[in-house]
């Protein structure tokens, strides 16, 4: 079984940044941050396999938000910057031990309890 912590998140003007971080119990194979606004479907925000360089981000954040790994590959973090109140949602970290899809919510079996990102405009 696989813990996964979450910190960050918070209130912060349209246009400002936040960070959010989550740390595994233990090495896995892939690990994500979803969203889920009111309302809406959870999404896919990044991901980043731990064998591999480069994440994969959703078109909406792309160029916006910056996923990265500690050395250790237990913790990630999602820098988000010029941020949108679009962006307002309940954030997930996600992570799974056998490879999967990168934004397919079925294919991570750990989840972290949620932080919330309010932007305002």
């Known amino acids: 079984q696989v813990q996964l912590v979450e910190s960050g998140g918070g209130s912060v003007q349209a246009g400002g940044s936040l960070r959010l971080s989550c740390t595994a119990s233990?090495?896995?194979?892939?690990m994500a941050w979803f969203r889920q606004a009111p309302g809406k479907e959870r999404e896919a925000v990044a991901t980043i396999y731990s064998e591999y360089t480069y994440p994969y981000y959703a078109d909406s954040v792309n160029g916006r938000f910056t996923m990265s790994q500690d050395s250790a590959k237990t913790t990630v973090y999602l820098q988000m910057s010029s941020l949108k109140p679009e962006d307002t949602a309940m954030y997930y970290c996600a992570a799974a031990e056998t490879i999967g899809r990168w934004s397919e919510p079925g294919d991570f079996r750990y989840w972290g309890q949620g932080t919330q990102v309010t932007v305002s405009s």
């Open positions: 233990s090495y896995t194979y892939m």
